[in-house]
Every structure is written in structure tokens, then in C-alpha cells.
């Protein structure tokens, strides 16, 4: 019944290996595209707030609207509701502090080397080396300014996680393979 969240780097194979232990262990995937599907079933945000969710804070003037502001509160109580029977792997979305109260919980950070991300974004994105070192460096700043602004922590920290695993030392399906025996400890 373990929840997983998943903080990673873009380029460190996170996404990847929360696909292998959601399929190794029939567990269901929540991150931004359920999040926000679910949240457009329930009514909860518009498709245009839909549209602007995303890494960051919000900018400026969005701050100040009501609309978007409900619309982040929602989310994060949808993010609750869809964990609540466990058997999730939560990827993002600041889930390894959202539901840091839980017993069941393994909070897991994936990290590479700058170098080994640049290569997998390369190669992934199909994109020349500075426009991929732009792209990491961009996606690092927001998912921290993300953290940060709405949890009021350093996603860097490392005592906000039970497991760092750094892909340039671990392979991703052993990484996978410790996550889940790790998952283990909560009644997985």
C-alpha cells in the first residue's frame, strides 16, 4: 500500500523509471497529466488555468488571481485524494512534502551528473548541446522556484527525501529494482 514520489532532474531518467515501478508493481501514475485531467473532470479548473500549470511559480500577476490561486489549492487536495489508497507512484508535483505525513511514504529523489543529463536530453529531445543545456537549466531553476513558493522548501535537500539515487552512478532499472525493494518497508 507504499506511495512513491518521485522528485527528479530533468535528464536523470526519473520519468522512466516511475514507468518501470508503475508497471512492475501495479501501481497507478500520478503526475501533472492525471492531475490535471482529473481535476477537469471534477470541474475544479478551466482549461485555460489547464494550459498554465506547470513548473514555476506562477508569475506575477497570476499570484493574484483567485481563479488560479483555487486552482493550485485544488490540485494539491486532488494530488491527496488520488493517493489516499496508496499503490501510487506520485511523479513531482511537490508530493514528496504534500503527503510527507503519511506512514506509507517513500520519498525518492533521481539526480545526474550535468553531463550525463545534457547527453540523455540530446538524445531524447533531439535538440543541439546548448539548447539542451538551456532546457536543463531552465527546468532546474523552475521545479525549484516551484518548491519553494509553494512548500516553502529547497527541493535540493536532501532531508526531505528518504533516497537520493544519482543515474550517473545507478543504472535506472537498478534503481527501479532498490525503489521497490525499499517500497518494501511500507507494505507494498
Known amino acids: 500500500m507504499a506511495v512513491i514520489t518521485i522528485s527528479r532532474q530533468l535528464g ?81 508535483r511537490g508530493g514528496q512534502i504534500e503527503l510527507k505525513d503519511r506512514t506509507d511514504l517513500l520519498r525518492v529523489r533521481i539526480i545526474s551528473n550535468f553531463e550525463d543529463r545534457l547527453s540523455r536530453i540530446e538524445r531524447e529531445e533531439g535538440v543541439a548541446r546548448a539548447q539542451a543545456a538551456k532546457m536543463l537549466k531552465e527546468s532546474d531553476r523552475k521545479r525549484c522556484q516551484y518548491t519553494k513558493h509553494f512548500f516553502l522548501a529547497d527541493c535540493n535537500d536532501p532531508e526531505i527525501y528518504d533516497i537520493v539515487i544519482n543515474t550517473s552512478r545507478i543504472s535506472p532499472d537498478a534503481a527501479a529494482r532498490l525503489i521497490q525493494q525499499a517500497a518494501r518497508q511500507f507494505g507494498s
Open 12 to 92: 536523470s531518467a526519473g520519468d522512466y523509471i516511475a514507468g518501470l515501478l508503475v508497471s512492475a508493481m501495479s501501481y497507478k501514475l500520478i503526475n501533472m497529466q492525471s492531475l490535471i485531467m482529473e481535476a477537469q473532470r471534477r470541474g475544479a479548473i478551466s482549461p485555460e488555468i489547464a494550459d498554465e500549470m506547470g513548473e514555476g511559480k506562477p508569475p506575477l500577476i497570476g499570484r493574484f488571481d483567485r481563479r488560479r490561486t483555487k486552482a493550485i489549492y485544488d490540485m494539491r487536495s486532488i494530488l491527496r485524494n488520488m493517493a489516499i489508497e496508496g499503490n501510487a507512484v506520485v511523479l513531482g
